[in-house]
């Protein structure tokens, strides 16, 4: 079967995509901020632990996003 590709379905994918990546920044954000609270980080520190939450942050961004295009463009969502 092949894909629905239409303005409407791309923008609904478009709109579960920013919706679930805003939820996963904030989560991830708020892990950050206790891991970095009670370990008692400041300044570098800090920043080498945000470093180090990018990768894996940015591969759950591309990943929500495909989920969220493969969901919406579904002919059996349809």
């Known amino acids: ?5 239409t303005f ?6 478009a709109a579960a995509a920013s919706f ?3 939820q996963a920044i ?3 954000g708020t892990i950050h901020w206790a ?3 009670t ?3 400041e300044g570098t520190a800090a920043i080498v632990l945000g470093v180090i ?14 989920m969220a295009y493969e ?3 579904d002919p059996a969502n349809q």
């Open 39 to 41: 370990l008692r980080m």
């Open 71 to 73: 969901a919406e463009t």
């Open 35 to 37: 891991i970095a609270e």
């Open 53 to 66: 939450f990018a990768g894996p942050s940015a591969y759950l961004l591309m990943a929500v996003s495909r």
């Open 26 to 28: 904030i989560c991830i």
């Open 8 to 13: 409407k379905t791309l923008t609904r994918a």
């Open 1 to 5: 079967m092949q894909r629905i590709k």
């Open 20 to 22: 679930l990546s805003v």
